[in-house]
């Protein structure tokens, strides 16, 4: 589904370049939920933001289902976005509007009428166990809730992918762990590829079909496992075949 070809991109700092990924290949394959692991720094969330096409690489290519996304702009470009659902490092929730209207702001931007906005905002929280939630403020919402409520919002447009950056890091074990039978649930139920970028390999390589690991922006794959069972940490360069 995706195939991601010498991805590069260095940040250019006051205190020097920054190589933030390092002729980065791989492929997603579709249906799988991957995860990517790394220390801080490593250049997961630039990798998720490049996929999510937030930010352009300075060089390489990642096509998505054959078509080379950093080609395609304009209505197109808009329309391959809708295709992929992102949840951002802490939540991302604008403070001033309800659960449901947080939801519904994707819709809202792509220029939905507000009631089937809101009809398709109510169906998504509903779908992430929020039923009983949707006209709370973020504020009087919990961690896990919170977070329910940016799955909702990343799932709103019905996308074919669904990039998550560490959406279990701020939650206790228990929250996290029904967060991650959610994702679980809903990759078996709707087919949709998931990409997990976390620190929590042991909690969140339980759910995951196969595992890549980033270290100073340079990418080796750790390999699948038909039980689950994360396989321990290559040295980078190392790769395993599935
Ligand atoms: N906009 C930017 N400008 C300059 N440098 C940046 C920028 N974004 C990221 N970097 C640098 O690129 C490197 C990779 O950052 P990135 O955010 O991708 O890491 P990460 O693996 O997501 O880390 P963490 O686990 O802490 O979230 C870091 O050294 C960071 O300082
Ligand atoms: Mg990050």
Redesign the pocket.
């Known amino acids: 589904m995706i195939s991601v070809r010498g991805l590069s991109k260095t ?1 250019h ?1 006051s205190q020097g370049p ?1 190589h ?1 990924l390092d002729n980065v290949t791989f492929s997603v394959k579709s249906g799988e939920v991957l995860g990517i692991y ?10 998720l933001r490049c996929l999510a096409l937030l930010e352009t690489p300075d060089s390489g290519e990642i096509l998505f289902k054959g078509t080379n996304v950093l080609e395609v702009s304009g209505e197109d470009l808009r329309r391959l976005r809708m295709k992929i659902g992102v949840v951002f ?1 802490g939540y991302n929730l604008l403070f001033s509007r309800t659960a449901l209207r947080n939801v519904m702001l994707p819709l809202e931007i792509q220029g939905y009428h507000k009631q089937a906005a809101a009809e398709l905002a109510s169906t998504a929280l509903d779908m992430v166990g929020l039923s009983h939630r949707k006209g709370f403020m973020p504020t009087h919402l919990s961690g896990g809730e919170k977070q329910r409520v940016a799955i909702a919002r990343a799932l709103v447009t019905q996308p074919e992918v669904l990039i998550l950056d ?1 959406p279990t890091s701020a939650l206790d074990k228990r929250t996290a762990e029904s967060i991650l039978e959610l994702i679980q649930g809903i990759n078996q139920s709707t087919g949709i590829t998931v990409l997990i ?1 976390t ?1 929590q390999t042991e909690l969140v390589g339980a759910i995951c079909n196969r595992h890549i690991y980033i270290n100073n922006g340079v990418l080796s794959e750790l390999g699948c496992s038909p039980d689950r069972t994360l396989l321990a940490a290559p040295t980078v360069g190392e790769s395993v075949s599935c």
């Open positions: 940040f700092t920054v933030a790394g220390p801080s720094g490593a250049g997961k969330t630039t990798l490092q560490e970028v620190h």
